[in-house]
C-alpha cells in the first residue's frame, strides 16, 4: 500500500513565508517606537504648551514609506544570492517579495490610519486642532486606508527596484536613483489628493514592471568551498 506524499506549497510561498518571518519583529519594534515616542510627545506639548497644534502621529508616514525601503534594500541584498545558489528560481524570489511587501504595506498602513483616526478623537476631545477641522476621526480614517497602505508599499518596492539594480548593473545603477526611487520620492512629496494617489499608484506599477524585468535575469555571483567566484 503506498501512500501519496502531501503536496508542497508553491516555492515563492515558502520563500514569503520566511520573509514575512524575518519582518514581525522588525514591523513590531518599529511601531513601538514610534507609538509610544508619540504619545509621549503628545503628552509633553499638553503640559508644557497649549496643547499639539497639527497631528504628532501622522509625521510618522516618513517612516512607514523610508523603513520599508531600507528593509527592502537589505532582503535584496541579503537573500538574493542566497535563494539562487539554492536552486531557487529569480521568478520565485521576485514574486515572494512583491507578495511580501503588498503584505507588509497594508498591514502597516491600516496600523497607521488606525493610529491617525484614535489621535483624532484624542484631540477633537481637547479641542487641538488636528489633519483637518471635522469633530469625528471618519474623514482621517477613511483617507488613511487607501493612503497609508500605497505610500508603504511605494516605499518597500522602490527598495526593491534599487536593490536589483545595483545587483544587476553595479555602481552605475547611482545615476539611475532618481528614476528606481520614484515612487518614495513621489510618496514622500505628495499629499493624499486623489490625483496625487493615481501618480503614486502608476509609480508602483511601473516599478512593479521594472523590477520583474531587471530580476528574471539578473546575474548573482556565487562561491565555490574555495571562496573563488
Known amino acids: 500500500m503506498t501512500t501519496s506524499e502531501p503536496a508542497r506549497s508553491p516555492q515563492w510561498a515558502r520563500v514569503a513565508r520566511g520573509m514575512i518571518r524575518g519582518l514581525l519583529p522588525n514591523a513590531l ?41 531600507s528593509s527592502a534594500l537589505v532582503i535584496v541584498a541579503v537573500m538574493l544570492t542566497v535563494h539562487v545558489a539554492a536552486g531557487q528560481t529569480r521568478r520565485s524570489f521576485l514574486i515572494a517579495t512583491m507578495i511580501t511587501w503588498a503584505g507588509y504595506a497594508l498591514a502597516n498602513g491600516l496600523i497607521m490610519a488606525a493610529a491617525v483616526a484614535v489621535e483624532a478623537r ?31 508599499f511605494a516605499g518597500g518596492i522602490s527598495g526593491l527596484l534599487v536593490g536589483l539594480s545595483y545587483h544587476r548593473v553595479g ?3 547611482t545615476i539611475a536613483l ?30 512593479g514592471i521594472a523590477c520583474f524585468g531587471i530580476g528574471r535575469r539578473i546575474p548573482v555571483r556565487t562561491m565555490n568551498a574555495m571562496g573563488v567566484a
Open 122 to 152: 484624542v484631540y477633537a476631545g481637547n479641542g487641538w486642532q488636528h489633519l483637518s477641522t471635522s469633530a469625528t476621526a471618519l474623514p482621517e480614517l477613511v483617507v488613511g486606508l487607501g493612503h497609508y497602505p500605497l505610500i508603504a
Open 171 to 173: 555602481a552605475w545603477a
Open 29 to 69: 519594534w518599529f511601531w513601538g517606537v514610534c507609538l509610544i515616542l508619540g504619545v509621549i510627545a503628545i503628552i509633553t506639548l499638553d503640559r508644557y504648551t497649549d496643547g499639539p497644534a497639527f497631528s504628532i502621529i501622522s509625521l510618522i508616514r516618513y517612516g512607514l514609506i523610508w523603513y520599508p525601503f
Open 178 to 207: 532618481p528614476l528606481t526611487c520614484a515612487p518614495a520620492i513621489l510618496a514622500t512629496a505628495l499629499d493624499s489628493a486623489p490625483i496625487a494617489l493615481v501618480v503614486i499608484a502608476v509609480s508602483i506599477v511601473l516599478a
